[in-house]
């Protein structure tokens, strides 16, 4: 697949979302493991790996049933037989921090693993910001250039769904470097800065297990044991389970499950085809709403198809698809090839033609569309639709198509229960990325992720403890650390004060990592792009991660967090707010110390006049004579204004307790 990596800003903010679409549409399912070709060594163990200090680390493989296998590693051995199953798995006490060292295991085969370190091992998982590679950061090249570090090594956990736990991880460990660093399969760039921080703090070697899959929501990384007791996910977890007894594809998703059973297009032969014959498909305006095919006003899935000419030779350089934005979901196609999708309604769709795809003369572009709503379907105007060649020269794309209804879905016809085209179903990928690699001993985990869930903001107060209780049960090793990145600014600036979804996950996360054991929130509200959901700004999470680390689990005298809102003193007319974490007191960033805002008994929001005394600050408004509560960069995209001598900033707050504006809500 390939994808605009120059694509417009908002597109931009879903590429990879729509990268990770379409590798889920074309290779998604997990297909059974057969026992007799399970590796001597599970693939987490391998040459350039880090094992964890200090503690026992478990290590597994297969062999033939009642096989005796050996371990050696420095001084240490230990020694074990292979199951009933072939599995077998032992324990042994690793030898001192750093190394080099050479692993030996021996059974019925014999295998070494070679230039492997001990020292503290990381997971480093969540969606597409964790997975963001250095690279693609501010100063990614440079950054990739200079990322000589031999003491910190990765491993990227390959992306599987799957219905019932796997047995083995793709991957490989790598140690990073210039040539590993960057580029597909390199390393995260948030997981780098935080290894980076923390290894020449600690002076171990640091190993970074990358589990980041784009798009996903926090469920489908825990498992269904976990969830159950929430309530809210039995729906999905039935029709996994549904799915998981029928066999077939584990997409990982709903969608595709429902075009296997209902899309006349896919069967018998994709009207992708470019030598299909579609002269007996109907003609039609595009951008357009199918009224043509007598299904403008009613949900359903179409097929849509045109021809293109192209020159030959055709000029050099990367095509790209522009189709603007579309309702509900699309799968694009160029001559029988799929090129993209996406369910992101606002997202403009902008795909790659990578090379070979598109040919000098007659082309065939299909699009399967699945539209909801009466006005849904093309919702761009007919210059947004065009392809571009590699010399730039532009190719309208609007006007006359033809089409056929694979599917009119109006009721009663069933409609899928999700419309993502990327794992969303509970649990996928907890057994198919998570089981594979525990119980590898590890430090603790960083976790990037929320945005999927703002919607449901007032829901992941519960479900993050669940997930984070789950992996702490899975991995077996007590509370280890579990360390959030609170997500940073997104979307365009609000003048007034607003309900908001994002500020309310923020608020989440912040209330997590005060209530779960061994937590901590890095804040970096004073960091994003209002019209990119994935900011270059990544050394900042990183960094502040490892402070997270370094005081909280390694001891170490750093500051770690910005002001942290302590008491609240109601004055008359006046509200004064008490901050811990000053570390060299209260500083204000820009022209004023804003984005507070106050409320009354009505529990309507103004913006407050502020000021600072020692370590407080005093809000108060003259629209509010008898102000009750206070809230601070409460939206998704707040000035951030209050940061301590550390140069940390304080993380969006509220001391109301009023109905949230995602309460209530479930997938």
Not at 253 to 279: R, T
Not at 292 to 307: K, S
Not at 351 to 373: Q, S
């Amino acid at each position: 697949m390939n994808f605009n990596l120059a694509a417009t800003p908002v597109s931009a903010c879903r590429l990879a979302v729509q990268v990770m679409a379409a590798l889920t549409l074309c290779s998604g399912s997990a297909p059974a493991q057969n026992p007799a070709t399970l590796p001597f060594v599970s693939p987490i163990f391998g040459d350039k790996m880090v094992l964890q200090r200090g503690k026992p680390n478990a290590i597994w493989g297969w062999s033939q049933p009642g096989d005796p296998v050996r371990v050696e590693v420095g001084e240490s051995s230990a020694t074990t037989t292979a199951g009933a199953d072939g599995r077998w798995q032992l324990r042994f006490q690793p030898p001192p921090a750093g190394g080099p060292y050479t692993i030996k295991i021996t059974g019925k085969q014999t295998l070494e693993l070679h230039d492997v370190l001990v020292g503290d091992v990381w997971i480093c998982a969540g969606q597409s910001n964790m997975g963001f590679g250095l690279g693609q950061a501010r100063n990614g090249a440079e950054e990739v250039k200079a990322a000589d570090h031999p003491l910190i090594r990765f491993f990227n956990v390959g992306q599987r769904s799957s219905y019932s736990p796997v047995d083995v991880p793709r991957g490989n460990w790598k140690i990073v470097s210039p040539t590993t660093a960057g580029g597909f399969g390199g390393i995260s760039a948030t997981a780098y800065f935080f290894a980076r921080k923390l290894q020449e703090s600690v002076h171990v070697p640091i190993g970074l297990v990358q589990v980041a899959v784009g798009g996903v929501p926090a469920e489908t990384f825990a498992s269904a044991a976990a969830l159950r007791p929430l309530k809210d996910f039995d729906s999905g977890i039935a029709e996994l389970e549904r799915r998981r007894q029928m066999g077939g594809p584990q997409y990982g998703n709903y969608i595709m499950h429902w075009y296997d059973e209902f899309d006349a297009g896919s069967k018998n032969g994709s009207w992708a085809d470019p030598a299909l014959d579609d002269s007996s498909w109907t003609k039609l305006r595009i951008p357009g709403k199918f009224t043509e095919l007598g299904v403008g006003d009613v949900p359903n899935l179409t097929w849509i198809r045109r021809e293109i000419a192209l020159p030959e030779p055709l000029p050099p350089g990367m095509a790209r698809i522009y189709l603007g934005s579309i309702e509900k979901m699309d799968t694009t196609y160029i001559n029988g090839q799929q090129i993209g999708a996406s369910s992101w309604v606002e997202n403009p769709r902008v795909y790659f033609a990578r090379p070979g795809v598109l040919k000098p003369g007659r082309n065939i572009l299909t699009l399967r569309v699945f539209k909801l709503k009466p006005d849904g379907g093309f919702l761009g105007k007919p210059d947004e639709l065009r392809l571009t060649l590699g010399d730039g020269t532009v190719i309208p794309l609007s006007g006359e198509w033809k089409g056929k209804v694979a599917v009119d879905a109006r009721p009663p016809h069933p409609l899928p229960v999700g419309f993502e085209n990327l794992p969303t179903m509970p649990g996928v990928l907890r057994m198919g990325m998570l089981s594979p690699i525990a119980p590898l001993a590890l430090t603790g985990a960083i976790w990037y992720q929320g945005e999927s869930n703002t919607e449901r903001a007032h829901q992941y107060r519960r479900l993050l403890p669940a997930m984070i209780a789950d992996w702490r049960q899975l991995f077996s090793q007590g509370d280890f650390p579990f360390y959030i990145v609170g997500l940073p600014a997104f979307q365009h600036r609000s003048a007034v004060p607003v309900e908001d979804s994002w500020a309310e996950m923020r608020d989440a996360q912040y209330f997590i990592a005060k209530t779960v054991p061994h937590s901590c929130l890095a804040v970096t509200i004073d960091t994003g792009d209002p019209d990119n959901i994935h900011p270059v700004d990544k050394k900042e999470g990183g960094e502040r991660l490892a402070f997270c680390a370094l005081s909280e689990h390694y001891g170490r005298k750093v500051p770690y967090s910005g002001p942290d809102l302590e008491r609240v003193e109601r004055l008359p007319g006046a509200v004064k707010l008490h901050f811990g974490h000053a570390d060299g007191g209260l500083v204000v960033k820009g022209e004023k110390l804003a984005e507070f805002s106050v409320a009354g008994d009505d529990r309507k929001w103004y913006w407050a006049e502020t000021r600072l005394e020692g370590t407080t600050v005093i809000v108060s408004s003259p629209s509010v004579p008898n102000p009750k509560e206070v809230r601070y960069a409460w939206q998704a995209n707040p000035a951030a204004t209050l940061f301590n001598g550390a140069g940390l900033p304080a993380s969006p707050f509220r001391t109301d307790n009023w109905p949230a504006l995602t309460e209530g809500r479930t997938p």
